[in-house]
């Protein structure tokens, strides 16, 4: 088993930056894939960005690349997505999900965390 727990959503303006915080625990190998997700009101969960726990392997969707970075921390089991020159349009709960690299399937979910962005 595996458990997430997602932190660091909140309230910002537009233009400024958040960084999301993703705590891994139980039993996670490094060959396992950590992603970011969001879910905005009335709309379908999106793909935001992915990384590799051996540190190889970042993803991100079209809509964040340049302004979003994924990384993570082994020693802490933890994975970060820092938000930079967020737009109203990123306001979203936010998950992080875990897959092992022989599946295509993301099957354990964090809690989620909200961000939102004023205009």
């Known amino acids: 088993q595996v458990q997430l727990v997602e932190s660091g959503g909140g309230l910002v303006q537009a233009g400024g930056s958040l960084r999301l915080s993703c705590a891994a625990s139980?039993?996670?190998?490094?060959?396992?894939?950590v992603g970011w997700f969001r879910q905005a009101p009335g709309k379908e969960r999106e793909f935001v960005a992915s990384?590799?726990?051996?540190?190889?392997?970042?993803y991100y969707a079209d809509s964040v690349k340049g302004r979003f970075t994924i990384s993570r921390e082994n020693a802490k089991n933890t994975v970060y997505l820092q938000m930079n020159s967020l737009k109203f349009e990123d306001t979203a709960v936010y998950y992080c999900?875990?897959?092992?690299?022989?599946?295509?399937?993301?099957?354990?979910w964090g809690q989620g965390t909200q961000v939102t962005v004023s205009s």
């Open positions: 999900a875990l897959r092992s690299r022989t599946k295509s399937k993301y099957d354990y």
């Open positions: 139980g039993r996670i190998f490094s060959s396992d894939y």
């Open positions: 990384i590799n726990w051996s540190g190889g392997g970042t």
